[in-house]
């Protein structure tokens, strides 16, 4: 049904390490190559090897060029799949009730066999999280892998989607943010998880860790602090030499 | 209201069963759980348990099903029927194939086998295809490094005996600065992309060097935006900086390198620049009690590092005096090379601070008690916690061989290679260069060559030139040009070939490397000179023979076609004979197998080889009787003995399966591999995990194991000596002298320290004119030319824009979707530009091999790829711009002969959209296996 | 937004139809048998084709019934049960009217009310949106109700009303055109504040995650449209409202006066709702710096 739980004991999802991806895409590929023989229907690309391909991938890099005036730009790799919203706008307004948000864990799901393709939840969604599968014609949508991390015909450490196992960079993590104490609930206060689309009022559970300060960004005042280490023993290379001479013998 | 959903099966069964291999799609090498159902491909992820990615997979590997089954296979061996290039060709019987190679090789082998000129691409079979071209005789024969590493294999073998690329790794549990210089996403991807993520849990700095901020740079905590080409500039003047503040390890340095080691300062000496040794040979050193050279191995003596000594009449001075004197020339200030580096002079003293802080502030001491070869125990190992590793951005350059000695010399002088913290090599590094083969060309008709191939010459005695001083091989490796040309030079050949300079070929047999394309510079040169004929209406080239897996832009333009077998379908082994997948706490190797069977007429490569030495007879190839010693690869694998006891592969030799690296062969080799997850390890104990080139427990290990035959510590070279030796016979000493055309160029490039020079193609063009660098870098999901056939990388990868610089962008007054024409000394290509600030003020750059030749790879030929992909290969030539002298001066680096890629120059502007198609645009190849299905929906039938 | 045929199809002539039911079901004009049957005819004609056309755009049509289920939360449900509803009543109304020749008048208004409502519901599919600024905002239902009522009183030729209604609607359609222009900076969205990385700077993206088109972009960003809003915003409001406007002040009005007003109003409509589509922009084409 379209209508959201009340709230859910678990709030499964993942916390995205924006100082360590380096966009190297292995989420996007692992998570095409596991969703498109599990969960529902494949994830088709049209015109594979043509002039205008176009695929259904459920999560994909940005890439972003930050700069502020007078400093070198920073790039910064952007992942984005399903944030699993605890106010998801995409189910509420599914007209057939395929779009849900299960009670027990907090992810969001469609239920393809009620799914009539109309594209209005993608429509609802503020982070470009769901894509319509042109030759399915239904919607289709991270499920942070249901079909893995319950699992149990996988082994217990690999019970976690398929985008964290396979992260080369391990920027991608996975918990439950309904427990203070979890992986990605500390980690998610320690470097000031950010919410996307706050204003939204979505309440995502996913949180983005900000890129950490660049050092070649404002250095202001780090030269001094470590200037005494290269404070020349000699001023010419005669009077280094015979420093040396003393240093070796004092080895 | 109540909440209803769907009831959901949350353990379905994930596969029948899992294969566990080794990648290929890429030359990272992890291990991977190939998950099968009904028969089919469902899943492939990384495999825990193996070494390189421990689990992990990065985006091409996980896309290894559309690559198997990628509609660009080649399906069956095939004869050209058509005009070469124009891609018609007729399927052929395997015995048919043979038939031909045989007719056309075997009349060269007896008569002329330098007439066959073989060499291979991207694979890692270089133990085999340089054993079968040995035994054929032909002295051509090279794998492509000499258009890839060969700068930073040279640097590192000579300098310390073991390279960057894969041949090593900091010590990412303990390093806390990390610096990496013109690391894009090339070899070792996902070991770099595992560390950098240790490195940053632990709050470690990464400090990235290279013009183009992206990827690793991207994360880096400090980028340092080099202009392109400068590096070793940037690392002299850090060294400068560090030598003046008295900042080096001296214990280090006189313990393990070769600083203390005395060097003939007679001009007029036949041993001038060489070092001192006595009667025995050993070196010597210049005692620091009395003043008198003594053997460097003599018990107790203090050598000293500075001073002169006088040995029999002649002045000799310590290395690290010399080296001292040289780098504390202003010439290598900060501010003396801020500009030029595109870096602060307050920037590079920072940075060397930080080093130095670091190394000496921050040491790293470890209770574990070892002993060095001299008998000397230690009952602690000190490490200093700076690392580094370089790749292709110092790589490719003319001056990369002396760039990366900087960077290992910075290494070497911080204390901080294989010390804990610092970098470390993986077995069967590190290992001496003295240990190394040196080239052999030495042609017998009828007969095998009389030895290896490739090595590393120690001195002009070592090149391949024949008693009138003409070239022996093809690509004219290991010649004046190029002395030290250790991989070859395969971007000669066919340009060498066609000119018939030094001498003409009958066949060309390639392997895995698309020359006519994006694997050679002047890409339509070369496919000009692969389709030129002879007057009689012949080819040039007679024969070329390929073999790939795939439609690639090659394949046009060979006679013969040998259909390779994909990565999931094929034995291979990744040999400790050859690249193995060692880590530095590991001796590792590891197997391919068929995970799936072929479902086309189609053999593995080696196979192959090994199949056609059989035919022709070759020694090594079949027993006395003429019979096949192999009947494919994978009994190669197991039954092949380079030495006695030592074979391609290390695990579970001996006939109960119990030796490591030595044994004989076990025929159940290959189940135990498998049994394993497809690969092999042996740990390396606790006390020989470091200082291994001296830790007397490490050489001891490697001998048991057969890494060598007898313990080979070795100390560090800050100054080569066999540099020192091609520079005294271009100081007119010795009988092998060079022309005297090159006499300059040898004087000043075989520094035997490190040294710096500006690029050749700036030295070469006005600079003025052409202000731009332009490069390329591999992308994250691309590997060469074959991502393009694979559907889910495509879609990431289809296009490659031109990244300018904001000030260039501006400058030019470009906006979003514009077109610009971009021009070197050689050619001018039409290109889309998207605008980049993090990015070298002076350098564009695009992404590598995304441009495809229409007609190929199964593509549509109205791909992106081909009407909007581009290659700068274009605008890159083989040679330099002629200088006015008449000589053809090469554009690759003097000592090595390595490719320079990344000396180009461009100029660039706007260009009119019009039609939206990059320039040049080459006629369509007719496609040997048709184009890819227009729809696919893999895991349907799942 | 990209503007799908079907979609604007669906909204312009289903909005029509009920706006032209609601005229019936409050008996205007007062018409029984023939002259019944062709107003029901094409009022039904009009509601009915415009709600199979939207079917068009389904991945799987088969399944639309299930569209009925979720009229709790969604307003695509809601729509279609009010829609069958609406035309379940005003058909039995109809049927009644043209057989029968009787009027039940509650029964008009109760259909006229569900007509009504439909429109509503179809105004809400896209008012809700906080996702698209330009729709978001309650001029949207105002705009597609007026839409409704002032083509349904044309089509039922009450003119006096048709005249009001239109000199309203193309008054607001410029008003919601102005407002809209505002919409998505008012609501505050920037490439930084989607981001989140706005504290280090001004963000630009430097790749797309693939070098091709995917599902968003071709649903979501549809910025060719908006190069040429404004001419064709005054083309809109002329065929909307000036023309029509200028012919039923001015000129007597007969059968092919009436087809032309009809037609040309229809003109206005549709690029309006063109426009509706394209001129909207989904927060999501922040992340692919398309605005």
């Known amino acids: 049904m379209t209508a959201l739980p009340a709230s859910t004991p678990k709030k499964l999802g993942l916390a995205i390490d924006l100082d360590i991806c380096v966009g190297c895409h292995a989420c996007v590929i692992n998570c095409k190559e ?65 779009s849900y948000k299960r009670a027990e864990d907090g992810i969001v799901l469609v239920n393809e066999s009620d799914c009539i393709g109309c594209g209005l939840c993608a429509w609802a969604c503020p982070y470009g999280a769901r894509e319509l599968d042109a030759q399915e014609g239904v919607m289709k949508k991270c499920t942070l892998c249901v079909d893995r991390i319950y699992n149990e015909n996988l082994p217990e450490e690999d019970r976690e989607p398929a985008c964290v196992r396979t992260c080369p960079a391990n920027a991608r993590h996975f918990g439950d943010f309904a427990d203070p104490e979890s992986n990605v609930s500390k980690m998610s206060a320690e470097r000031g998880g950010l919410v996307l689309m706050e204003d939204q009022d979505t309440k995502p559970v996913n949180r983005y860790l900000p890129p950490r300060p660049k050092a070649d960004i404002q250095t202001d005042g780090d030269i001094d602090i470590l200037a005494p280490f290269l404070e020349p023993v000699a001023d010419t290379p005669k009077g280094l030499l015979g420093w040396l001479d003393k240093a070796l013998e004092a080895i | 209201m109540n909440h209803h959903q769907p009831d959901l099966d949350t353990s379905p069964e994930v596969s029948d069963e899992i294969r566990k291999t080794t990648c290929y799609m890429c030359a990272c090498r992890c291990g991977i759980n190939v998950h099968m159902k009904d028969g089919k491909v469902k899943y492939i992820e990384g495999n825990r348990d193996h070494p390189i990615n421990k689990g992990v997979l990065c985006a091409k590997g996980s896309a290894g099903i559309m690559q198997h089954y990628s509609p660009a296979r080649l399906k069956a061996p095939m004869k050209r029927v058509g005009e070469r290039g124009e891609g018609k060709f007729e399927e052929i019987s395997w015995d048919e194939a043979y038939e031909i190679a045989t007719k056309w090789l075997k009349p ?152 203390p080691m005395l060097v003939n300062m007679d001009p007029a000496s036949d041993e001038h620049g060489l070092l001192l040794r006595d009667a025995k040979g050993e070196f010597m050193v210049a005692d620091r009690k009395t003043g008198k050279p003594v053997s460097a191995t003599k018990k107790g003596v203090k050598p000293a590092f500075t001073g002169e000594v006088t040995h029999k009449g002649t002045k000799y001075t310590p290395v690290f005096q010399l080296m001292t004197e040289k780098y504390l020339s202003e010439d290598y200030a900060p501010e003396a090379v801020a500009e030029r580096c595109g870096i602060s002079a307050e920037t590079i003293r920072r940075l060397a601070a930080e080093l130095a802080h670091t190394a000496f502030e921050e040491e790293i001491v470890l209770d574990q008690p070892w002993t060095d070869w001299r008998g000397v125990k230690h009952d602690k190992m000190i490490g200093r916690p700076v690392s580094f590793h370089g790749m292709r951005g110092i790589s490719a350059h003319s001056n990369g061989f002396q760039t990366c000695r900087a960077i290992h010399l910075l290494q070497i002088i911080l204390g901080s290679v294989e010390v804990p913290g610092g970098y470390r090599f993986k077995p069967p590094y590190p290992k001496s260069v003295d240990i190394h083969p040196t080239p052999h060309s030495m042609v017998t008709p009828g007969g095998p060559l009389n030895g290896p191939h490739l090595g590393f010459p120690r001195g002009p005695e070592d090149l391949a030139l024949d008693a009138t001083g003409k070239p022996i091989r093809i690509d004219k490796a290991f010649t004046w040009e190029n002395p030290m040309s250790a991989h070859g030079m395969m971007h000669m050949v066919i ?38 004929k002879n007057e009689d209406g012949g080819y040039v080239i007679p024969h070329i023979i390929y073999s790939d897996a795939y439609s690639s832009e090659m394949v046009a333009y060979a006679d013969l076609i040998f259909p390779d077998t994909t990565y999931l379908e094929r034995h291979d082994c990744i040999s400790l004979l050859d690249r193995p997948i060692s880590e530095p706490e590991a001796m590792c190797d590891s197997i391919r197998w068929p995970v799936v069977e072929p479902d086309r007429d189609v053999r593995g490569f080696q196979t192959v080889v090994i199949q056609l030495g059989a035919k022709l007879g070759l020694p090594g190839f079949v027993d006395e009787n003429g019979d096949a010693l192999y009947k494919d690869y994978a009994d190669y694998m197991v039954n092949h003995q380079r030495r006695p006891g030592v074979g391609p592969l290390a695990g579970w030799r001996g006939k109960d399966g119990s030796g490591s690296g030595r044994g004989e062969p076990n025929p159940e080799q290959l189940d135990k591999y498998i049994e394993n997850g497809g690969f092999y390890m042996d740990h390396i104990p606790e006390d020989a995990m470091f200082f291994k080139p001296w830790n007397k427990a490490y050489q001891d290990w490697a001998v048991e194991r057969g890494l060598f035959d007898k313990p080979s510590p070795y100390l560090f070279n800050l100054y080569v000596e066999p540099m020192a030796k091609f520079r005294l016979a271009a100081e007119g000493k010795g009988d092998i002298q060079p022309p005297e055309h090159l006499r300059e160029q040898l004087l000043t490039c075989m520094d035997p320290f490190p040294t710096w020079w500006q690029p050749f193609e700036e030295q070469g063009v006005n600079c003025d004119e052409y202000p731009l660098h332009a490069l390329t870098q591999r992308p994250a999901a691309m590997y060469h030319s074959w991502g393009s056939q694979n559907a889910w990388l495509r879609q990431i990868h289809g296009t490659n824009p031109l990244y300018v610089s904001g000030d260039v962008f501006e400058k030019h007054g470009f906006n979003e979707g514009d077109w610009a024409y971009l021009t070197s000394h050689h050619g001018k290509i039409k290109v889309p530009v998207v605008r980049m600030d993090a990015l070298n003020p002076k350098t564009v750059w695009t992404w590598n091999a995304i441009g495809k030749r229409k007609g190929a790879w199964a593509l549509d030929e109205n791909a992106p790829e081909a009407t909007k992909g581009f290659l700068l290969n274009h605008l890159i030539h083989e040679l330099l711009p002629p200088k006015g002298d008449g000589l053809r001066w090469s554009n690759s680096d003097p000592i090595t002969g390595q490719a320079a890629w990344y000396d180009l120059r461009v100029k660039i502007e706007k260009a009119p959209a019009e039609d939206q198609v990059s320039q040049p645009s080459m006629p369509a190849q007719t496609s040997p296996v048709g184009q890819g299905p227009k729809d696919i929906a893999y895991g349907e039938e799942f | 937004m990209h503007p799908a045929p079907s979609v604007i199809i669906f909204t312009c002539i289903s909005g029509l139809g009920f706006g032209l039911l609601t005229f019936l079901g409050l008996n205007f004009p007062d018409v029984s048998g023939w002259t019944a049957f062709w107003f029901f005819f094409i009022a039904f004609g009009l509601a009915v084709g415009g709600l199979v056309s939207s079917t068009f755009h389904l991945g799987n049509p088969q399944r639309a019934w299930k569209a009925f289920s979720q009229w709790r939360t969604s307003w695509l449900s809601r729509e279609g049960v009010f829609a069958v509803l609406a035309l379940m009543v005003m058909g039995l109304y109809a049927l009644l009217v043209i057989f029968f020749d009787t009027k039940i008048a509650p029964l008009g208004w109760l259909g006229a009310a569900l007509s009504l409502i439909t429109a509503i519901c179809t105004s809400m599919i896209y008012g809700q949106m906080k996702t698209v600024p330009r729709w978001n905002m309650s001029s949207t239902p105002v705009l597609y109700v007026m839409y409704s009522l002032a083509g349904g009183a044309l089509l039922a030729g009450q003119m006096t009303a048709a005249l009001v209604l239109i000199v309203f609607l193309t008054g607001f359609q410029i008003y919601a055109w102005m407002q809209g222009d505002k919409r998505f900076d008012e609501a505050g969205h920037t490439i930084e504040s989607a981001t989140g990385l706005g504290n280090l700077g001004k963000v630009r993206l430097l790749e797309s995650p693939h070098s091709g088109e995917n599902y968003l972009t071709k649903e979501m960003i549809h910025k060719i449209g908006r190069k040429h809003a404004m001419k064709l915003r005054i083309i809109s409001a002329l065929f909307l409202g000036v023309l029509p406007i200028f012919v039923m002040t001015f000129m007597e009005v007969h059968h092919i006066g009436a087809a032309v007003l009809v037609i040309s109003h229809m003109i206005g409509l549709f690029i309006s709702r063109w426009l509706f589509f394209a001129e909207a922009e989904h927060v999501v084409g922040l992340y692919y710096d398309k605005r």
């Open chain 1, 34 to 98: 596991w969703n498109t023989s599990n969960y529902g229907a494949p994830l088709g690309d049209q015109d594979a090897y043509g002039a205008n391909p176009v695929g259904t991938f459920l999560n994909r890099i940005h890439t972003f060029e930050v700069k502020a005036p007078e400093q070198p730009a920073q790039t910064v790799h952007f992942p984005k799949s399903c944030l699993h919203c605890e106010d998801a706008p995409c189910v509420t307004v599914c007209p057939t009730g395929a």
């Open chain 2, 108 to 259: 060269l082998r007896e008569k002329a086998p330098e007439k066959l000129a073989f060499f291979t691409g991207r694979d890692q079979s270089q133990s085999l295809t340089s054993m079968w071209a040995q035994n054929f005789g032909t002295p051509n024969y090279a794998a492509h490094g000499g258009f890839c590493s060969v700068n930073m294999a040279a640097a590192g073998i000579y300098t310390m005996g073991g390279a960057f690329w894969e041949f090593g790794a900091p010590d990412w549990e303990r390093t806390k600065m990390f610096m990496i210089f013109g690391v894009a996403e090339d070899h070792d991807s996902n070991p770099i992309k595992m560390g950098l993520s240790k490195l940053k849990e632990r709050g470690a700095k990464i400090v990235g060097v290279n013009p183009v901020r992206s990827g690793y740079n991207a994360i880096a905590d400090e980028w340092v935006g080099i202009t392109p080409g400068t590096d070793g500039l940037f690392v002299l003047s850090m060294i400068h900086v560090l030598l003046k503040a008295g900042k080096v390890d001296l214990e280090y340095l006189m313990r393990y390198t070769n600083a």
């Open chain 2, 495 to 532: 340009s060498n070939a066609h000119a018939g300079d030094p001498y003409k070929i009958d066949t060309l047999f390639m392997y895995m490397a698309n020359m006519s394309w994006n694997s050679s510079m002047n890409s339509r040169g070369v496919m000009d000179m692969l389709t030129d």
